[in-house]
Nanobody, 127 residues
Framework: QVHLVESGGGLVQAGDSLRLSCAAS????????MGWFRQASGKEREFVAA????????YYANSVKGRFTISRDNVKNTVHLQMDSLKHEDTAVYYC????????????????????WGQGTQVTVSS
């Protein structure tokens, strides 16, 4: 079982950048596909980005494509989400998640695909 802890959230202005990190422990990190989801107040949790086990395959929600970049470090057991050109609508709690069953180049985008979740980190973008 893997334990996930997010960090890096905060309050920024529209147009600013922020980098989220997720540290994993307790499992073989390189065997998990990793994803980021977010949940805005009053809305359902939605997919943001995913990265395959080797860090090559990536997949993004249309709403963040071209602005966000997901990456991973299988030596440091971390996954990052670089968020540029932030918009007010990016305001949400961001969650890191791990999928233990996806294929090597898999980049699942459904919540039910993921087995482990972090506690979330708040990102607030002022307009």
């Amino acid at each position: 079982q893997v334990h996930l802890v997010e960090s890096g959230g905060g309050l920024v202005q529209a147009g600013d950048s922020l980098r989220l990190s997720c540290a994993a422990s307790g499992g073989t990190f390189s065997s998990y596909v990793m994803g980021w989801f977010r949940q805005a107040s009053g809305k359902e949790r939605e997919f943001v980005a995913a990265i395959g086990r080797g860090g090559i395959a990536t997949y993004y929600a249309n709403s963040v494509k071209g602005r966000f970049t997901i990456s991973r470090d299988n030596v440091k057991n971390t996954v990052h989400l670089q968020m540029d050109s932030l918009k007010h609508e990016d305001t949400a709690v961001y969650y890191c998640a791990a999928d233990r069953d996806a294929p090597y180049y898999g980049t699942p985008s459904q919540q039910y695909d993921y087995d482990y979740w972090g506690q979330g980190t708040q990102v607030t973008v002022s307009s």
